[in-house]
């Protein structure tokens, strides 16, 4: 996605803004020891009522009590999307044979950032294709920008010269929230600016989710 978003950059201001917010003084801390994701603290997320691949009205607190893999994008993404989601498929797979217990606990969620051509039934073909367990959501433009908004991502359509169809540019924020919907980590994908090869693999994926899955 070359036109996309300088997504290095919103994720470098993300962590800057992150880091702003971190390094409480030790006594404010909850209990010494006890390690924190890279997004511990930060405001993502929150209340919504979406509709899901088979028509059903699903809500934020629907997943009360389970860890939530979010991962924001469209299915008409020609290449980021599907690959991240292919990757983060893979590291679920492993991640749910090394630990079956804890992966149980995991829901993984698809949020379309194109919910005018993302209905219910293309969402569904969409996400199967991924994982029997991924949840897809859409909604109307309206609710699909306000879910956005919470869950801090950046979104924008755009139309190539030429081209009849148009794309969406978006930020790449797969999510790992914990079991009450508190943002905990981002799930390493690769960085289409600077490749590297010890991040984003499906390795890591399940190596994150081994560390954070309680
Ligand atoms: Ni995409």
Redesign the pocket.
Known sequence: ?KKTIAIASLLGGLMVALAGCGGAPAGQQEKAGVEKGNLAGARIGGPFTLTDQDGAKRSWSDFKGRYRLVYF??SY?PD??PVDLQRIAQGFRQFEKQAPDRAAKVQPIFITLDPERDTPEVVKNYVSAFHPKLIGLTGTPEEIAAVAKQFVVVYMKERPQGSTDYLVS?SRTPYLFDPDGAPIALIPVDDPVTPDVDEGSAEEVAKTLDRWVK
Do not use: D, K, P, S
Request: some cysteine; charged content about 0%; glycine content about 14%.
């Open positions: 996605m994008g469209y993404c980021v999307c978006h």
